[in-house]
């Protein structure tokens, strides 16, 4: 299903024929009252404050758009976001609270692997959807998460699209820098990897997820080992103190960062020091305006003065996926949307289509990677 088709559903998305701008300020535009509701539980402050609110806007950007457009069956969507602050015991209260509101009915754009693992956990418990989590844990994927629909590609998809562009080259001692908290779910799941591309994992250093950076014997261990590269799984607060002392000392060793982070964030805090330093994605760059979805969403973003990076542009992929689903449930029943979801796939956002089914709920298995420049430009 393209862009054409996706709007065209039904009566509700009747505007196929409007251009992008067009559609933002057409008359199709779904009634204020009888809204659908989606419940949010994320990092909307504190140290992991970007990917929370980026996630955030990203889904609001979304459900603006689709309200543009006649909304689902004429109704709006809309977004009831609570802050998690990136701690799990509040994540689970959160989503308590979300799941007592009757009103909910289903949840989206969850942040960080603990949280969107609890998030998942309840979630199958409640009999609720989770669409959509800025995570790529094993576990999401998982019977234990029997009712997340994920809307990138997981971790390991990123491990593999690394270590397949780096074996290629002919590179062999691979380091891993993963946060502590993650080493048991992560470091095997790259060794798995490895073993199967031919490579070989030399050394292995941990970072606490809230701290500043590693200390100097984990940075000695990795300067010993001589790896052929380094692969990195960690968010921004210990991050940006590791690469603005490793990065600038090991300039020509590639340095490959999971999307699990807020990179400008991180190239802004970085500089100069950024240089060189390689990222996987799971959305496109901003800049491949040649698809549709990315088109919408600079247009949505510019319009509501929000940030313009992968996490949000994720984001608003991920409220095209809760709307798809809405738009395939018989009624607004929480078991529904579930149903819903399932008949929800196939549709095309140019740079890959999204595919749920029964026994399918991974959507996307799009990998990029990019590399910074000296002037923290993206190439």
Known sequence: ???????????????????????????????????????????LTGPQAGFGTAMRDGLQAAFAFVNRTGGV????????????????????ANVKTL????????????????CSEAGAAMAAKEEIAL??????????????????????????????AIVRH??????????????????????????????????????????DRKGPSMNDTALKTLDASKPDMVIILANNAPLTGFLREYAPRTVVMPK????FVDREKLLADL??????????VVVPEATREKYWVVREFIGQAREAKMAINPVSLEGFVTGLAVAQGLKQARNDTRVSFIEGMTRAGGFDLGYTSL????????????????????NSGII
């Open 166 to 207: 780096y074996r290629m080259l002919g590179f062999e001692r691979f380091g891993f820098v993963h946060l502590e908290d993650a080493k048991s779910t992560n470091v095997p799941l790259l060794e798995k990897i490895l073993a199967r591309a031919g490579g070989k994992l030399v050394v292995t250093a941990g970072l």
């Open 355 to 374: 595919r749920f089914g029964r026994g399918e709920r991974a959507g996307s298995q799009f990998v990029d990677l990019s590399l910074a420049t000296r």
């Open 1 to 43: 299903m393209d862009r054409r088709t996706f709007l065209m559903q039904g009566a509700s998305w009747s505007l196929a024929a409007a251009t992008a701008s067009s559609a933002f300020g057409a008359s199709g535009t779904a009634s204020a009252g009888n809204a659908i509701l989606i419940g949010q539980s994320a990092a």
């Open 131 to 160: 669409v959509g989590a800025f995570s790529g844990t094993p576990m999401l994927y998982s019977e234990q998460a029997a009712t997340t629909f994920t809307t990138r590609a997981s971790y390991e998809a990123e491990l593999l």
């Open 271 to 280: 500089g100069k020091d950024a240089a060189g330093v390689g990222f996987s």
């Open 256 to 259: 490959m960062v999971i999307s």
């Open 73 to 92: 069956n004429g109704r709006p969507l809309q977004l009831l976001a609570l802050d998690d602050v990136g701690d799990k015991a509040k994540t689970e």
């Open 99 to 114: 799941v007592d509101d009757k009103r909910i009915v289903g949840l989206s754009g969850f942040t960080t692997r603990p």
